[in-house]
């Protein structure tokens, strides 16, 4: 039969705002994770990436939070450009990039 | 620095038929992995190598196969192929090792099947 498409979750965000993206994982042995940007057309784009060991991690206009307890990844973006305007997910690894599971991702949505 | 390259960039192949697809790294990475991305089943991971040998494979039947070669360059084959098999096919690259590394994806291979 026919196979039902992947339902992005959609995140729409006006421009100058800021957004959060969240991702649940699932394996609680997962210590190493990676948020990954995808624009249309293109690879995924890494964003920042947080060891298990850590629970916040910034970069530029990017904030990367992590919560053991109940395996929750969230991104933050500082001040939301059109050109953030992409599909974001998680990667959650165990044991090295050999073993990695990703998210099944968030379309973000700028408005002008 | 040039980036992580695939070709080609797209295929188009008839049912039983079978492709083989190549993946470049960054100049001295030497983990390869790939990755099937569909709407249906999102990105997942076919398998990677590192140093010419296969570290750890995916859920994927044995008709998806790959190998590396000394240049650390590897290709991907699909036998046999069949029409769930479109997909984007990626390649990522890393310095590889035991640890935990940024990985650094190609744009991919737009494969389908007819």
């Known amino acids: 039969g026919e196979s039902v498409g992947l339902h992005l979750p959609t995140l729409s965000v006006q421009e100058g705002d800021n957004s959060i993206i969240n991702c649940a994982y699932s394996n609680s042995a997962s210590d190493y994770f990676i948020w990954y940007k995808q624009e249309s057309g293109k690879g995924p784009q890494f964003i920042i990436d947080i060891r298990s060991n850590m629970d916040k991690r910034q970069g530029q206009r990017v904030t990367v939070l992590l919560n053991k307890t109940v395996k929750h990844l969230s991104l933050q973006i500082a001040a939301t450009q059109p050109g953030d305007s992409a599909v974001y997910f998680c990667a959650e690894l165990a044991g090295g990039y050999q073993k990695v599971t990703f998210g099944t991702g968030t379309k973000l949505q700028v408005i002008p | 620095k040039a980036g992580v390259t695939q070709t080609p960039r797209y295929l188009i192949k008839t049912r039983g038929q079978q492709v083989t697809l190549s993946c470049s790294p960054i100049?001295?990475?030497?983990?390869v992995s790939w990755y099937q991305q569909t709407p249906g089943q999102g990105l997942q991971f076919l398998f990677e190598?590192?140093?010419?040998?296969?570290?750890n494979k995916g859920n994927f039947p044995g008709r998806f196969s790959g190998r590396q070669f000394s240049n650390s360059r590897s290709e991907m084959n699909v036998s046999t192929l069949e029409l769930g098999d479109s997909a984007l096919y990626l390649c990522?690259?890393?310095?590889?090792?035991?640890?935990?590394?940024?990985?650094?994806f190609g744009q991919g291979t737009r494969l389908t099947v007819v």
């Open positions: 990522a690259s890393s310095a590889g090792g035991t640890m935990n590394t940024e990985a650094f």
């Open positions: 190598y590192f140093s010419e040998t296969q570290r």
């Open positions: 100049s001295g990475h030497r983990s």
